[in-house]
C-alpha cells in the first residue's frame, strides 16, 4: 500500500538525470521548448490582462539543474515577454543558488529593466535553534546576499513556522526530511462541501496510501483522525519576535515578499491572514511603507 516519490524526485524536465554521475545525460529541448510555447499561450491570452504583473516561467527548478541550459531557457523567456509585453516584471527562480557570482551575468548590465530574482527561504528545513532570535541573526546574514544581485530580489516563498510538522508539507502521505521537535496534534479539518464531501475514517490508526519516505516519519500521516501542526516549542510571543524581525530584515534588503500561504486550514505559521491579523507580520514602524499582498 505504498508509493515511492522523494527517491525518484529528479528535475527530469530539463533532460535526462543519471544519479551516479550527478550530471544530467541529455538535455530535453522539446522539454523546453514545450515551456516556451506554454509562456507565449499565457501572452497571448493574458499579456495585455491589467491583473497580470509578471511572469515567473518556471517554479523552484532544483538545485543541481544545468545552470547553462536554464539560464538560455531564461533568457529566452525574457526576450519573448521583452518584445511582447515590456511592462511585464520577468521573474526566475534561483534554483536554490541565491548568490550574485551565479546570476549577474544571466543580463548585461544595462539590460536588465523588470528583471527580479526570486529566492525561496524558509525556517522550517533549517536545523533547530534555541532562542527564536538565533533564526533572526541567521536569516539576517542569509538575505545580506541580496545585496550582490544587481536585479531585485523578491522572496517568493517564506513562512513563519520553524519545523516541517505541516500535514502534507512533503507530499501526500509523505516526507523527505524529519521534524525537528514534537509535532502538535490538532482535529483534521472537514470539507466545506455539505453534501457532496466524503469524510475519512477518523478512527483509523493511520490511513493509506502511504509514501515509502514518510512511512516511518510520525508528522507525515493522519493518526486516528489528528492531523501534525509546527512544534509548539515557540510561543506566540517567540513568533512574533521572528515576524518583526524578519520584516525589518525584508524592508532593508528585499524589494517584495510573498508568505506561503495566503491561507490554509489549521497553520496560521504558515499563513499570510492569520499571521496578519495576529500581527505577527505588520510593520510597526509608521516610517515603513506597508505593503499588503
Known amino acids: 500500500n505504498n508509493f515511492s516519490h522523494w527517491e525518484h524526485a ?21 522539454n523546453i521548448n514545450w515551456a516556451k510555447d506554454t509562456i507565449q499561450g499565457l501572452l497571448d491570452t493574458w499579456g495585455e490582462h491589467p491583473a497580470v504583473y509578471a511572469i515567473e516561467p518556471v517554479n523552484e527548478p532544483w538545485w543541481a539543474s544545468d545552470l547553462d541550459t536554464l539560464k538560455s531557457f531564461y533568457r529566452d523567456v525574457r526576450a519573448m515577454m521583452k518584445e511582447q509585453q515590456p511592462r511585464l516584471k520577468f521573474v526566475f527562480h534561483d534554483s536554490f543558488h541565491f548568490d550574485g557570482n551565479t546570476w549577474n551575468d544571466l543580463f548585461a548590465d544595462d539590460d536588465h529593466e523588470n528583471v527580479v530574482l526570486d ?9 533547530k535553534r534555541g532562542d527564536i532570535g538565533l533564526y533572526c541573526d541567521d536569516y539576517g546574514a542569509v538575505m545580506n546576499m541580496a545585496q550582490y544581485v544587481k536585479y531585485d530580489v523578491w522572496v517568493g516563498e517564506w513562512a513563519l513556522a520553524t519545523d516541517v510538522c505541516a500535514t502534507w508539507l512533503g507530499g501526500f502521505n509523505d516526507a523527505n526530511t524529519d521534524a525537528n521537535r514534537e509535532c502538535q496534534r490538532v482535529d483534521c479539518p472537514k470539507s466545506y462541501l455539505a453534501t457532496q464531501g ?19 516519519r510520525d508528522h507525515a500521516t493522519i493518526l486516528e483522525g489528528k492531523c501534525a501542526i509546527d512544534s509548539a516549542f515557540y510561543n506566540e510571543d517567540d513568533v512574533m519576535r521572528l515576524g518583526q524581525c524578519t520584516l ?18 489549521l497553520e496560521p505559521r504558515w499563513n499570510y491572514i492569520d499571521s496578519y491579523d495576529k500581527g ?13 499582498q
Open 10 to 30: 529528479f528535475g527530469e524536465w530539463m533532460g535526462e538525470w543519471d544519479n551516479d554521475s550527478g550530471s544530467y545525460k541529455s538535455i530535453n529541448q522539446d
Open 119 to 127: 529566492t525561496h527561504q524558509y525556517f522550517a528545513w533549517w536545523e
Open 198 to 216: 466524503v469524510d475519512f475514517d477518523r478512527t483509523a490508526a493511520k490511513l493509506g496510501p502511504y509514501g515509502s519516505s514518510g512511512l516511518n
Open 248 to 265: 525589518d530584515i525584508f524592508n532593508g534588503m528585499v524589494e517584495a515578499h510573498f508568505m506561503w500561504t495566503v491561507r490554509n486550514e
Open 280 to 292: 505577527w507580520i505588520k510593520n510597526k514602524s509608521e516610517n515603513k511603507p506597508e505593503l499588503i
